[in-house]
Nanobody
Framework: QLVESGGGLVQAGGSLRLSCAAS????????MGWFRQAPGREREFVAA????????DYADSVKGRFTISRDNAKNTVYLQMNSLTPEDTAVYYC????????????????WGQGTQVTVSS
């Protein structure tokens, strides 16, 4: 089970940190990712991180502003979001992959319920 938290309302230029807590004792066996879905749009890839945390991948739209990280001892993956713009407004989803890590091409097979991020102008 994946449970996201940390969403909310923030002004443009501000920051938020999302967290995704995973249940179970095998968190370190999963590659993790963040996706988002804005109203009227398809869900899109945001960031991914390998099992050890040594490899990451980002969508071009967030590169340099967002940072994905994980703490395997806490069964948690994070998404630090800086320099937010209204275009970042979306529901953000955490995802886990039981298979191999291929960056944005990873097949994610478990999903959280999402957390709303709203950026005001």
């Amino acid at each position: 089970q994946l449970v996201e938290s940390g969403g909310g309302l923030v002004q443009a230029g501000g920051s938020l940190r999302l967290s995704c807590a995973a249940s179970g004792r095998t968190f370190g066996s999963y590659a993790m990712g963040w996706f988002r879905q804005a109203p009227g749009r398809e869900r899109e890839f945001v960031a991914a991180i390998s099992r050890s945390g040594s490899n990451t991948d980002y969508a071009d739209s967030v590169k340099g502003r967002f940072t994905i990280s994980r703490d395997n001892a806490k069964n948690t993956v994070y998404l630090q979001m800086n320099s937010l713009t209204p275009e970042d407004t979306a529901v953000y989803y955490c995802a886990a992959a039981s298979g191999y890590y291929f960056g944005r091409a990873t097949t994610f097979d478990s999903w959280g319920q999402g957390t709303q991020v709203t950026v005001s102008s």
